[in-house]
């Protein structure tokens, strides 16, 4: 818990900038432009594609933008604990899994399980 991984470059980032609200991404992404402008022009394609597909599917996904060898999904929380924005991902190397699969069973999967926390999370403290 609580690793500082590149907003730009990982799974986790883009669905942290994907779960959290509009203004909070626009300023995170105005500090990533400001601070690291190399960086933003490398990803900045893939991170506005992957945006736009989490709407769609609901995870994000980085095939070795960070480490070449790393696959991964991921998913934020729909709710806020203690004021900040979760984020659950699945990282493998990429030699045991392809970017296919990965997309089409592995971030379905860890959808459905985010998705049993959050229901599990909100029976837990319902008032």
């Known amino acids: 818990i609580g690793g500082s991984l590149p907003l730009w470059a990982t799974a986790i980032g883009r669905a ?3 779960g959290v609200a509009p203004a909070q991404r626009e300023a995170a992404l105005r500090q990533v432009r ?3 402008p190399a960086a933003w022009r490398a990803h900045r394609a893939t991170v506005l ?6 709407a769609r599917r609901g995870f994000c996904v980085g095939l070795g933008d960070w480490q070449q060898d790393v696959y991964a999904v991921a998913v934020p ?6 004021g900040e924005t979760l984020v659950f991902n699945c990282g493998v190397p990429a030699v045991l899994l392809d970017a296919g699969t990965l997309e ?3 971030g379905p999967r860890l959808v459905r399980m985010v998705r ?8 837990g403290h319902a008032t």
């Open 34 to 36: 400001a601070e690291h």
């Open 77 to 82: 929380l729909q709710l806020s604990i203690d």
């Open 104 to 106: 089409r069973e592995t």
């Open 16 to 18: 942290w900038l994907a």
């Open 116 to 123: 049993a926390v959050e229901q599990a999370w909100r029976a």
């Open 49 to 54: 594609a992957e945006l736009q597909a989490f």
